[in-house]
C-alpha cells in the first residue's frame, strides 16, 4: 500500500512569488492535514480538509490556502511569499471526519521542502 | 489553547542506555501520540494513548498516560543508533467529544545514541 505521498520534494522560491504543494493521501483515507515545520518553530498546524471541504485552520495569514479534489488529494498554496515561509511542509492523512470523536492517527509523508530567497 | 512541552529538548546518550523523554499538557490529554521524525523528514507513528494510566510497548519503547492525563513519558530500554531522531508527542484537541480534526506537537526532543 502507497503511503502518502507528497511533491515536490524541493522547492525554491523568490520573496512574492506564489509556491503549490501536492499531497496524495493514503487509499481511503478522507481526510488531508497541513502542518508547516519551521526551523525553531516546531510543527504548526495550518489546515485541515475532509471530504473537499475545510473543516479548520490554524493560525495562518490568508495567504496560505489550498484545497482537496474529488480524489481527495490535495494542494497548498502560499502566496506572496516571505522569508519565513521558508520551512518543510508536511502532509498526513486518517480516515477522521469532523464528527468523529476517537483516535486520531495520523499517516505523514516525507515533506516538501520550500526555500524562499 | 493546548500546549504540549517536552523535555528535555536533547538527549544524548551511550549505545545500550536506558531513556526517558516526557511531554507534559496544559490541559487534559484526549488522545497522546507519540511519533519520531528523521531530520528533515517525515513522521513515524510509535504509539497512542488515551486512558489515564495506560501504558503500551513496542520492541524496546514503552509510552505511559498517567492517571491525570496531563502527562505522558517515553521509554527507551537499551537504546540503539537506531533510536537516534527527533521524538515528538502531539494531542488532540477535543471539546465536548468531538474532534477538531488536528494534532497539537511538543517542540520535539533530539536524541543522539553514541555506539
Known amino acids: 500500500e502507497a503511503g502518502v505521498t507528497q511533491s515536490p520534494t524541493h522547492l525554491i522560491k523568490t520573496r512574492g512569488q506564489q509556491a503549490t504543494l501536492r499531497c496524495s493521501p493514503i487509499?481511503?483515507?478522507?481526510?488531508v492535514y497541513w502542518y508547516q515545520q519551521a526551523l525553531g518553530l516546531g510543527l504548526q498546524f495550518l489546515l485541515w480538509?475532509?471530504?473537499?471541504?475545510?473543516?479548520n485552520r490554524g493560525n495562518f495569514p490568508p495567504r496560505f490556502s489550498g484545497r482537496q479534489f474529488p480524489n481527495y488529494s490535495s494542494e497548498l498554496n502560499v502566496n506572496a511569499l516571505e522569508l519565513e515561509d521558508s520551512a518543510l511542509y508536511l502532509c498526513?492523512?486518517?480516515?477522521?471526519?469532523?464528527?468523529?470523536?476517537?483516535?486520531?492517527?495520523?499517516?505523514f509523508g516525507a515533506g516538501s521542502r520550500l526555500t524562499v530567497l | 489553547s493546548q500546549e504540549l512541552e517536552q523535555s528535555p529538548q536533547s538527549l544524548i546518550v551511550q549505545e545500550g542506555k536506558n531513556l526517558t523523554i516526557n511531554c507534559t499538557s496544559s490541559?487534559?490529554?484526549?488522545?497522546l501520540y507519540w511519533y519520531k521524525q528523521k531530520y528533515g523528514e517525515g513522521l513515524i507513528f510509535l504509539m497512542m494513548?488515551?486512558?489515564?494510566?495506560e501504558e503500551k510497548s513496542h520492541e524496546k519503547i514503552t509510552a505511559k498516560l498517567d492517571e491525570k492525563k496531563q502527562q505522558s513519558s517515553l521509554h527507551i530500554t537499551a537504546s540503539q543508533p537506531s533510536h537516534a531522531g527527533i521524538y515528538l508527542c502531539?494531542?488532540?484537541?477535543?471539546?465536548?467529544?468531538?474532534?477538531?480534526?488536528?494534532?497539537?506537537f511538543g517542540q520535539g526532543t533530539i536524541l543522539t545514541v553514541h555506539p
Open positions: 498526513a492523512s486518517s480516515l477522521v471526519n469532523r464528527a468523529f470523536s476517537g483516535a486520531n492517527v495520523l499517516t
Open positions: 487509499s481511503g483515507h478522507t481526510s
Open positions: 480538509y475532509d471530504e473537499g471541504e475545510e473543516r
Open positions: 490541559k487534559t490529554l484526549y488522545g
Open positions: 494513548l488515551q486512558k489515564g494510566g
Open positions: 502531539g494531542a488532540d484537541s477535543k471539546a465536548g467529544g468531538t474532534s477538531y480534526g488536528k494534532l497539537t
